[in-house]
């Protein structure tokens, strides 16, 4: 199939037209879902969100919890800026009854303009990338009928922003990558991964990487000047260095922590390391049990019940509840702070026991990669072919560049946390390039065996 390519077309009614279909497509498709009322996380921010200061009232830990600033700052503004936000989430935060949702609608507005973005910023990614037009079109709009990150619009959780920020940060890594390696490209990658950093901490370890990454394609891949290479990551570093290292000093002051959050790393890696204790049969059925949406019947049928009971999150015996009563119970008794926790968790249980983590890190990644269910298994199905069809537009090295981010969030949410799909969401982009620029030549061949031929 021929796809349109980017410099025959101009004007920028072209850019304009898709960003227009995103925003009308998600709001429709929140319109169509109606408001969701905070519950389990969603609550905990309506917590946070209320009491937030970035010079907290007294030097005290509270609850242990040192949280990310973004998204409480975020909500704590929209309820200064209407007053139906403050009363909604005050209420929402006092657990009382009767909470009207709709109080909530600037933010979930707000956020279906974030969203709508996030879309568009997977169009823009794939159109650098890719060169084509039309295959990019086709990318973005199966990415808005599966829904996946859309669905972010109207539930009081970071990801809405943390993805924002992602994807912006892909759309610049693939500009300066395939069309121009200019400075302001490196300033826009490192200003979206700091906004996922501080709304998600997480990303942190994906800025440490690319100081590495950028002078190693840069400098090493591409052959460019040391001091040119040198600039590039300077500047990628300035967002980060202006926005998140300070507010890692405003946790040393009042907390003792240097992080953009604390509290959280034994309370969650607790939960991973339970997994480590499934023997080997176990491990060998959660390939199968952990598959989208037909995984669990379909392991009924092929196993004993004793090698797949346990990896049910509901299950009162399984490795997730094990790991966030028993298994937690039994670090934070042995260990003061977050800090000794979490020390105990690597040395004895990650360390302790590093083959066994590295092979189960293996299939809870593939388990978080499960994205839009259908979706992600159709995906990883044509990426290998893919990767040949795009190697031929960008070259190996751009695409493999592309690529990393969302591999590296995909192999460290299973390496630390129980990896579910909601975390690797922003993956949904590369399915969609692979399942969009595969599907003509899987027609053709349909087509060429199905169809009776006319002579």
């Known amino acids: 199939m021929k796809w349109f390519s980017m410099p025959a077309i101009t004007g920028k009614a072209i850019f304009f037209a898709p960003l227009l279909i995103c925003l009308t497509v998600v709001f429709i498709q929140m319109m169509r879902t109606g408001y969701q009322e905070p519950v389990a996380d969603a609550l905990g921010y309506a917590d946070r969100a209320v009491i937030f200061s970035v010079t907290p009232i007294e030097k005290t830990w509270g609850n242990g919890i040192v949280v990310a600033p973004f998204y409480p700052a975020f909500l704590n503004l929209m309820m200064q800026a209407d007053p139906a936000v403050e009363v909604a989430l005050k209420c ?13 609608a600037a933010v979930y507005t707000v956020q279906a303009v974030v969203v709508a973005l996030t879309v568009y910023f997977s169009f823009l990614a794939c159109l650098f990338m890719s060169g084509k037009y039309g295959l990019s079109f086709g990318v973005m709009v199966l990415i808005l009928a599966a829904g996946r990150l859309t669905e972010y619009t109207d539930w009081l959780i970071t990801e809405a922003w943390a993805f924002f920020g992602f994807m912006g940060f892909v759309a610049s890594l693939s500009y300066a990558a395939r069309v121009r390696d200019s400075l302001w490209a490196f300033l826009l990658m490192g200003l979206g991964l700091s906004l996922s950093v501080l709304t998600r901490p997480s990303y942190l370890y994906l800025v440490y990487s690319f100081i590495i990454v950028i002078p190693l394609y840069w400098w090493i891949v591409m052959k460019g000047k040391p001091v040119a290479t040198l600039m590039k990551t300077a500047v990628f570093m300035i967002p980060f260095l202006s926005l998140v290292i300070p507010w890692m000093f405003r946790n040393l002051y009042y907390f003792d922590v240097f992080g953009v ?84 968790l690597v040395n004895d249980y990650i360390l302790g026991d590093l083959v066994k983590h590295i092979f189960v890190t293996f299939s809870l990644a593939l388990r978080g990669m499960w994205v839009a269910k259908y979706l992600g298994l159709i995906g990883v199905f044509f990426m290998i072919p893919a990767f040949f069809l795009y190697k031929r537009m960008t070259g190996v090295g751009p695409l493999l560049l592309f690529a ?52």
């Open 92 to 104: 929402y935060a006092a657990r009382s009854d009767g909470c009207d949702v709709g109080g909530l």
């Open 261 to 344: 959050s604390a509290g959280y790393g034994s309370y969650i890696l607790s939960e991973r390391v339970a997994y480590n204790m499934m023997s080997w049969s176990e491990y060998a059925a959660s390939f199968i049990y952990w598959l989208p949406d037909f995984g669990d019947s379909l392991s009924k049928t092929l196993f004993d019940p004793a090698l797949y009971q346990k990896l049910d999150f509901g299950a009162s015996d399984g490795y997730y509840r094990y790991g966030n009563s028993v298994l937690r119970s039994t670090i934070y008794a042995a260990a003061e702070t977050d800090k000794e926790r979490v020390s105990l």
């Open 404 to 455: 990393y981010p969302f591999f590296f969030m995909v192999g460290f949410n299973a390496f630390v946390s129980v990896s579910i799909p909601r975390y690797n969401a922003p993956i949904v982009l590369l399915y969609a390039m692979a399942i969009v620029i595969c599907g003509p030549a899987v027609f053709q061949v349909v087509k060429n065996r199905c169809l009776p031929r006319v002579t």
